[in-house]
């Protein structure tokens, strides 16, 4: 079984930074790729980026890209998204997921999800 934990949500003014930390159990960690989705209040979940199981390929969603940078570091079983200049828009649960396969974005294809860590961006 694994587990994903998210953490480093909280509350920022827009134009802040937060930085998302999703730590994930057991050995396998390195073999797939990871992602980040988000859902914001009353709206469906949407994807915001992935990165390869090696981090050589990565993803962006084309309303972060220039802002998020999503990371891993598969010595500590970790995957990051870093978020600058935040908007009022980006307010939303973030959630990280773990992939079949060594990179896709597809929600159909994450197998295990965590719990969610709230973003909120006031303006």
């Known amino acids: 079984q694994v587990q994903l934990v998210e953490s480093g949500g909280g509350s920022v003014q827009a134009g802040g930074s937060l930085r998302l930390s999703c730590a994930a159990s057991?050995?396998?960690?390195?073999?797939?790729?990871m992602a980040w989705f988000r859902q914001a209040p009353g709206k469906e979940r949407e994807s915001v980026a992935a990165?390869?199981?090696?981090?050589?390929?990565?993803y962006y969603a084309d309303f972060v890209k220039g802002r998020f940078t999503i990371s891993r570091d598969n010595a500590k079983n970790t995957v990051y998204l870093q978020m600058n200049s935040l908007k009022p828009e980006d307010t939303a649960v973030y959630y990280c997921?773990?992939?079949?396969?060594?990179?896709?974005?597809?929600?159909?294809?994450?197998?295990?999800w965590g719990k969610g860590t709230l973003v909120t961006v006031s303006s």
């Open positions: 997921a773990r992939s079949r396969t060594i990179f896709t974005i597809r929600q159909s294809d994450m197998d295990y």
């Open positions: 990165i390869s199981w090696s981090g050589g390929n990565t």
């Open positions: 057991g050995r396998t960690f390195n073999n797939y790729g």
